[in-house]
């Protein structure tokens, strides 16, 4: 059974900073994708961050130059750097993974995590 587990996150001031981390276990064979979303209070999920097999990463406009989405392929684990965090970034973060595993058909499986909540005061 392949399983996401997300820590990191907490209470912190605006301006301040927060790096989540996503662990990754099971019977992995690769991890093609890895990505954030997050979602507010009344609102829908959307993607904030994500890390294509090439390398190339994508993050959200209300993100980009504030967060960092990295990859340590060695501990089949994911980051999310989150600096100059702000009140509209209060929200419960998940993270997401395209995941080839032994006990599939050789084609990624999308898996989530439970979340973390983070919660910037202003």
């Known amino acids: 059974q392949v399983q996401l587990v997300e820590s990191g996150g907490g209470l912190v001031q605006a301006g301040g900073s927060l790096r989540l981390s996503c662990a990754v276990s099971g019977s992995i064979i690769s991890i093609v994708k890895a990505a954030w979303y997050r979602q507010a209070p009344g609102k829908q999920r959307e993607l904030v961050a994500a890390h294509r097999q090439s390398g190339i990463t994508d993050y959200a406009d209300s993100v980009k130059g504030r967060f960092t989405i990295s990859r340590d392929s060695a501990k089949n684990t994911v980051h999310l750097q989150m600096d100059n965090l702000k009140a509209e970034d209060t929200a419960v973060y998940y993270c997401?993974?395209?995941?080839?595993?032994?006990?599939?058909?050789?084609?990624?499986?999308?898996?989530w995590g439970q979340g973390t909540q983070v919660t910037v005061s202003s």
């Open positions: 997401y993974a395209d995941i080839v595993d032994r006990y599939g058909l050789g084609s990624p499986v999308a898996h």
